[in-house]
């Protein structure tokens, strides 16, 4: 036998337990709150359930069981003197004893026969065991009522002559005081849940507050202006470590965007000396290449500066999409057939405006580039708006989907390089969608060609 049939018998065992528990992940809440309260619940539920089942157990059975018992003697002991002293008339005396020494209402039916049977109780602890009890001690037949009212037990047991009547107190064969116990029981756990509810809500709080915070910075949003650090020392830390997270990130950011802004100063400065020495010359066919090599060296030098800094210092306003679409539109290279689509007009959310211009331009350029229908839809869905640009050229391979999105990228056999494109169009609408928290997929469009989806939270 080989090493991998050997070891079959040892993995068949774990999917079925992997299956089970993975149902029961997906069966239990997902939020941090629930299940800290399940925590806390869980065991006090069990520890209940264990408490309740010893004490009826080992406490009420065996009190019931005692006073039933103790009832059940002294109704033979009736019936033994009742059978033994006949001369008491009516049996007056045995039974203002019964009363005065056991208290027991008790009376003789001459003739008399049982009544039906009655269907026991749903809870027949008391009925069960005094039927018990009777059963052992007497051995007679009797018939019993537990239900029939309130304080009260009645017990009849037939005699040889007729019927003997017993009413005796529900306390006198019944631990009647043991649902005290589960009230205080269940008050208590009242209580302590409150109190744990409470308690949790307030150490959840933060953590809720550091996620949103952490969310919004994520989005490219501000963080909540009354966001500090709170709670118990772990949140407090991770509060802490966010905080100087962001401050580093946004440090880090800025010095990026001081320093790309000063190399494209002295980059544009010398193109500037390059267009005013080809100015001085005479128009001939080499210099007018040489001003479009100018031309396409000042459009890289943008779209490479676009590229580093992401417009990531941009506020985020209000923004009609419809009417960012129609820019975009109007704008767009060529006389290609462009079709927009905006659902729910007018479209209005929170976003950086011009940034997320270049994001849609970019795309709607890519597909109008290789393209002759290109169609934009936007919608807001699922708290996210998305931007759907499909078009009828040839496409991108599904293996370089991904691969598109790196700088500088081509795709030769489908995206030749004589378009005058640098390879950061869609690079730069990745990032801008980052920024704002979203992403930007590829796919296949019905029209025949590419489908990119960008998709940013509101």
Known sequence: MDATAETRPITRPRRPFARMMGAFGDWMPKGLYARALIIIIAPMVLLQSVLTFVFLERHWQTVTRRLSTVTVQNIAMLIDIYKSFPQDENAETLTRLAEQDLGLRVRFAPGEELPQARSKPFFDLLDSTLSEEITRRIGRPFWIDTVGRSNLVDIRVKLDDGVMHVLARRSQTYA???????????????????????????????????????????????????????????????AHAFIEMRDRIERHVEQRTVMLAGVSHDLRTVLTRFKLQLALFEDTPELEAMRADVDEMEAMLEDYMAFAKGDSGEDIVRTDIGEILGEVKSQAHGTKDIKIDVKDEPLVVSVRRHAFKRAVANLVNNAARFAQHVNVCAAKQNGSLTVEVEDDGPGIPEEEHEHVFRPFYRVDHARNQDTGSTGLGLAIARDIARIHGGDIALSRSPLGGLKAVLRVPV
């Open 176 to 238: 009647s005081n043991s649902q005290i116990f589960l009230l205080w029981m269940v008050g208590t756990s009242l209580v302590l849940l409150t109190v744990a509810i409470l308690f949790l809500r307030n150490q959840i709080k933060p953590i809720l507050r550091l996620a949103d915070a952490a969310d919004s910075f994520g989005k490219g949003r501000p963080p909540p202006i009354d966001f500090r650090p709170r709670g118990a020392r772990e949140v407090r830390q991770a």
